[in-house]
């Protein structure tokens, strides 16, 4: 597979681009975080080429943005068939999209998930969010979602600055509480 520079990235995800936009601004950053994450779903889906070009299939695939320190060992749920297992934290009202593992076929789907998101802004008429978008797309593709409860990590922004996760006692009570609004159906 050749390697391609960010110009000819942009120029292969603007159609998408411009038809996203219409649908607004989640960042409100003048497009540029919404540009940036079309740019991970098209490198999403280079690695995923690149992962069913092999000739084995492996038992676990991992998926996780460069732009993360892991603060506990990451701990390898018993993986069942057709599920997606994501951090706890930083969920906003979705799934987050920087960690994510599964068994083989699971992994090819999360990983060719640039597919359908103009389907996504046709049918919800909303802006396009990496966190809203990715249980929607799982949905929509039959995989089952589940939380990995014990891993940690803390965001590295490109000056340096870390940005941890809220883990402490208040933090964990407060995605127990949403998790057991959403259980009963009085929050989505």
């Not at 014990?150 to 941890?164: C, D, L, T, W």
């Amino acid at each position: 597979m050749e390697l391609t520079d960010q110009h000819e990235v942009d120029q292969r995800i603007d159609s998408d681009f411009e038809f996203v936009k219409q649908f607004g601004d989640n960042w409100r950053d003048n497009f540029g975080s919404l540009k940036n994450l079309l740019r991970q779903f098209y490198s999403l889906n280079a690695v995923t080429r690149l992962l069913l070009a092999e000739k084995s299939k492996p038992d676990l695939v991992i998926f996780s943005r460069v732009d993360v320190r892991y603060e506990t060992p990451i701990e390898i749920p018993n993986l069942r068939p057709g599920t997606l297992y994501t951090p706890w934290f930083d969920k906003y009202h979705g799934l987050n999209d920087r960690f994510a593992l599964g068994d083989f076929e699971t992994m090819v789907v999360y990983g060719g998930r640039q597919s359908l998101i103009r389907q996504y802004c046709e049918e919800t008429k909303k802006p396009l969010g990496a966190e809203s978008y990715l249980p929607w797309y799982a949905k929509r593709e039959g995989l089952r979602t589940r939380d990995l409860r014990s891993m940690n990590f803390s965001r590295v922004r490109a000056n340096g600055v870390v940005r941890p996760i809220d883990a402490s006692l208040k933090g964990k009570l407060k995605y127990h509480f949403k998790e057991g609004l959403t259980a009963m159906g009085l929050r989505r």
